[in-house]
């Protein structure tokens, strides 16, 4: 069965940065893109940052280009999220899953705050 655990979340001030983290277990982490989402206060899901099987593609939202850096250890089965000069409005619960997602596999996501 798999399984996707987010971590790394928590409170930050403006400006500030976090690694979110997301382990994967059962077989298909090489197979498949991986994605990093977001889902805002009153607002929908949104993808933030996927990265391709080998790695060595990556694409972000316009909204996080250039603050935010997707990365994966294969070895390790986890996928990375660093952010950073965050702002209030990356105030989400941010997920990991497949892209396009595997609608069985979202976890329960990490919840990222940026305030003063």
């Known amino acids: 069965q798999v399984r996707l655990v987010e971590s790394g979340g928590g409170l930050v001030q403006p400006g500030g940065s976090l690694r979110l983290s997301c382990a994967l277990s059962?077989?298909?982490?090489?197979?498949?893109?991986m994605g990093w989402y977001r889902q805002g206060p009153g607002k929908q899901r949104e993808l933030v940052a996927s990265i391709t099987t080998s790695g060595g593609r990556t694409n972000y939202a316009d909204s996080v280009k250039g603050r935010f850096t997707i990365s994966k250890d294969n070895a390790k089965n986890t996928v990375y999220l660093q952010m950073m000069s965050l702002k209030p409005e990356d105030t989400a619960v941010y997920y990991c899953n497949l892209n396009p997602p595997g609608p069985n596999l979202w976890g329960q996501g990490t919840q990222v705050t940026v305030s003063s």
């Open positions: 059962g077989s298909i982490f090489g197979f498949y893109v």
